[in-house]
């Protein structure tokens, strides 16, 4: 155990992993809680399209000359602000368009790397990024985004969980659906925005879907899905960046797989309640019909 300790402690003694570490709570904590309702609203493809989006923004920046952050704010606002346009699903579902969106995001993004000198190096930095070259101002601005986001969901928590369950009764009752399904789309944007550009684009989408898929499948209420997700996406982003560290492996990949292992644990722990519940309404059927049977008995014998 001591050697353990003094392994951890070792691995983040040094500035860049420590920047790293503080890097991964906050794209963990962000994607983590966001990861929720993207389940839960069936955003998943969404979420993909939009994080193609400002991958093609950062290409197109690395193009021109211009701020890549900057470039992948822009874009992915765009996207957010097509994607929610009403009229997008008036007459076939909206799920073709963010179809087709990706699809011309990620080749226009792969036709202006390729035109790139260094188009490799920037491909590979854009799919799978490297949380361990972060700056500081990078930091302030992603905690920036997280404290608007966070405000925004804390303060309008039931309107995004009640659009999230069932926007049809919500509109009827005179919940204004569109409006935060908008205020949603720019929010997840922004976090995109900025988490692909400290931590790449496939373990951004990894966490924007699997702690949320995890901590559900793991029958967790609601409330406490929120937590769940947020724990499972921060600690094995720590875990990810001391496991990359001490067996020289990619960063992103080690905590995508250990996301991996996440969902696979949250859905033996769903089966395990979801089995123990339904032996304990089974049991509860079984007294409620014995107890029936005992009054009917005596009954007859009165």
Request: hydrophobic share 55%; glycine share 10%.
């Amino acid at each position: 155990m001591l050697g353990i300790v003094q392994s951890i402690a070792t691995a983040f003694q040094s500035s860049f992993m420590q920047l790293g570490l503080v890097a991964s709570v906050l794209i963990g904590t962000a994607c983590g809680y966001l990861s929720v309702y993207v389940i839960l609203k069936r955003l998943v493809f969404l979420a993909v399209a939009l994080a193609q989006f400002a991958s093609a923004a950062v290409a197109v920046s690395l193009f021109i000359g211009a701020n890549p952050t900057l470039a992948a704010f822009i874009g992915v606002m765009l996207g957010a602000l097509f994607f929610s346009w009403p009229a997008l699903g008036r007459y076939l579902p909206r799920e073709n368009a963010i179809g087709t969106g990706y699809a011309l995001a990620s080749a226009a993004g792969v036709i202006l790397i390729a035109k790139n000198a260094s188009g490799e190096e920037h491909l590979l930095n854009l799919l799978y990024g490297n949380v361990l070259t972060v700056e500081v101002k990078e930091l302030w601005i992603m905690g920036a985004i997280m404290l608007v986001v966070g405000g925004i969901f804390l303060t309008f928590a039931k309107e995004f969980l009640f659009t999230s369950f069932d926007s049809e009764m919500a509109q009827t009752v005179g919940v204004r659906t569109k409006l935060w399904e908008v205020l949603f789309n720019v929010s997840l944007g922004l976090v995109i925005a900025m988490a692909i550009r400290l931590g790449g684009m496939m373990l951004v989408f990894s966490l924007l879907v699997l702690p949320g898929y995890a901590a559900l499948l793991a029958r967790s209420r609601v409330r406490h899905a929120f937590t769940w997700s947020i724990v499972m996406a921060v600690v094995t982003g720590a875990i990810g960046l001391y496991l990359s560290f001490i067996w020289d492996l990619p960063t992103s990949a080690v905590t995508m797989t250990g996301l991996g292992v996440c969902v696979v644990l949250g859905a033996g722990v769903g089966a395990i309640r979801y089995r123990m519940t339904r032996s304990q309404s089974q049991q509860r059927v079984t007294e409620s019909m014995q107890g029936i049977a005992q009054v009917a008995m005596r009954e007859e014998e009165a």
